[in-house]
């Protein structure tokens, strides 16, 4: 004969993955799930017990979930599921969604009135692809919509993670945005002028976070002037009336736009009054990168700006002194002469 002794209660078997109730267990997916069978205390032989459930992401009809057989086989609903003998406690591990519903023990076909109500608490679906709505040269407003589920898994937040496009760069992790409730909209700050950025939506509740959205389509956040300028390596005057400038551009990083050109500037330093001459250089970034400024005044000094433009405006300037070499003396005019009586 068997001796069957039934649990009173579900919660003796009910630890920190799951909570539960008179008849009620909830537990969150991916966790163990164990039932008691709630019926009698004692049966004999020949003994046949079967676990039933009622919804289980099968349709509303019930189905066998496990079955101990009076020759003593057991079949099971599948992998996950099996029956702990002698006690016929249902163990489904690991628990997913598609495991809530109604159970019910009954012994040797006989109706059971009692049954035990199982929901399965998982993380919200990822959200739907988020799209930039707008953007300005430094932001990007994004919005997304949720996904949800069958089982009422809903987000209580999202997390936002960006990377650049171009050049390809991995997921910004160590810079992800909590966004603190569950609106659909947010502004991303703190994006590079004239740079390819995308984004990706998770969602988050009390069970965990919910894996990636598709990557919204890449954009191109908008230029800006220039705000790196170049590095004047070397200045020197090759002849009296010539100085020449070498320097290296800024990192592409601070282009903020296309590179349209290099532009020098000068003047006497002396002369606070006197007006820039300016110069456009046009070409690739780093195929001009020195120049010979002619047509100079001898042994002067000239306050010299080497800067670079894009298509929205002109960088800084960088900003460096040289003094041209000394000339030849120029030929006297208007020359007279006298006699000087010599002493007698």
């Known amino acids: ?109 006989a109706p ?79 994006l590079k002028p004239f740079t390819a950025y995308s984004f990706r939506i998770f969602s988050v509740n009390k069970v965990g976070r919910s894996l990636a959205s598709e990557p919204s389509y890449p954009m191109v956040t908008h230029r800006e002037p220039p705000s790196g300028k170049p590095t004047v390596v070397k200045t020197f005057s090759p002849t009296a009336d010539t100085i020449e400038v070498i320097w290296r551009p800024p990192d592409r990083s601070e282009m903020n736009g296309e590179f349209i ?15 820039w001459t300016t110069i456009d250089l046009p070409g690739n970034v780093n195929e001009t990168t020195s120049y010979i400024i002619e047509d100079l005044t001898p042994y002067t000094e000239y306050l010299i700006r080497v800067g670079i433009k894009n298509m929205v405006g002109l960088g800084p300037y960088a900003v460096v002194r040289e003094t041209t070499l000394e000339g030849v003396p120029d030929r006297p005019e208007n020359l007279t002469s006298r006699c000087i009586p010599t002493a007698s």
């Open 112 to 190: 059971s009135a009692e049954s035990i109500t199982v929901t399965v608490e998982d993380v919200p679906r990822a959200p739907q692809r988020p799209l930039v709505v707008s953007f300005t040269s430094r932001s990007a407003e994004l919005s997304w919509a949720p996904l949800y589920s069958q089982t009422g898994a809903s987000a209580l937040r999202y997390l936002l993670q960006k990377r650049r496009y171009d050049p390809p760069a991995p997921w910004d992790l160590q810079h992800e945005i909590t966004i603190p409730d569950n609106r659909t909209t947010f502004n991303v700050t703190g």
């Open 261 to 275: 050109g290099h532009v020098i500037a000068y003047r006497p330093r002396d002369l606070d009054g006197a007006e």
């Open 1 to 109: 004969m068997w001796r069957f002794v039934a649990v009173s209660t579900v919660a003796l078997l009910c630890w920190t993955t799951c909570s539960a109730e008179d008849g009620a267990l909830r537990v969150f997916a991916g966790a163990n799930l164990t039932l008691p069978c709630p019926h009698h205390s004692e049966v004999a032989d020949p003994l046949m017990v079967t676990w039933s459930c009622r919804g289980c992401g099968r349709g509303p009809a019930p189905v066998t979930v496990a079955q101990y057989g009076r020759d003593g086989s057991v079949s099971r609903s599948d992998g996950r599921v099996r029956l702990v003998l002698p006690t016929f406690q249902l163990h489904i591990y690991p628990a997913s969604t598609q495991d809530a519903g109604v159970y019910v023990c009954s012994v040797n076909n």
